[in-house]
């Protein structure tokens, strides 16, 4: 809902070609770098963007090779294990992972009084060969790893609105301190006031 609204604002400011006049903290939480750059300071606005900009591209890069990760591991399974991808969860391919074929895995959940973890027999698989099951092991991992990878990276653009808005009102506050030298016909006194 929230994300909606942000991003309605953005493209409102963009289509009406005009610079409404948001605090620059407001601005540097939507977009990294806009609050710097309506205080004049472009150095730090162009770092904020670029760091802003690298992040999105790690992030989709991160999730489009985690998808494409599972599409091959699916595909792998289905012609080494004879499994139906069709409506399978997380929990399916993490197990087919991990055991030869349905059979070991419902024996030794049998033995562990896992009953509700069970597959039935529409849900079954048998690996051609061992290594064969080792591969797809290390395919889906791999996914999981750049989705998680992935969620990380979406943490980090979220430290970064963070960071730059307080960036932001720190250059806000740092326009209005005013340092005034206070000389006095005393022999050596000098003081500085400093208000903000």
């Keep these: 809902m929230y994300k909606k609204i942000i991003i309605m604002m953005f493209f409102l400011v963009l289509a009406k070609g005009q610079d409404y006049h948001f605090n620059p903290v407001i601005k540097s939480i939507l977009i990294p770098g806009w609050g ?76 562990w009084r896992y009953l509700d973890e069970l597959y039935n027999e529409s849900n079954k698989w048998s690996w051609d060969t061992r290594s064969n099951m080792e591969k797809f092991e290390l395919m889906r991992i791999r996914s999981d790893y750049f989705a998680k990878a992935g969620e990380y990276i979406v943490g980090t653009i979220v430290l970064n609105h963070i960071v730059s808005a307080i960036d932001a009102l720190y250059l806000l506050r740092l326009e209005n301190i005013t340092f005034v030298p206070i000389l006095s016909n005393e022999v050596n006194k000098i003081s500085l006031n400093i208000t903000f």
């Design 36 to 111: 710097e750059k309506s205080l004049q300071n472009v150095k730090r606005a162009r770092i904020f963007s670029n760091i802003e900009l690298s992040l999105w591209a790690a992030c989709i890069g991160s999730y489009t090779f985690s998808y494409h990760q599972m599409l091959k591991y699916e595909s792998f399974a289905a012609e080494h294990a004879g499994v139906n991808v069709i409506g399978k969860n997380h929990k399916y391919w993490v197990d087919i992972g991990n055991y030869i074929n349905l059979d070991d895995h419902n024996n030794e959940h049998l033995r």
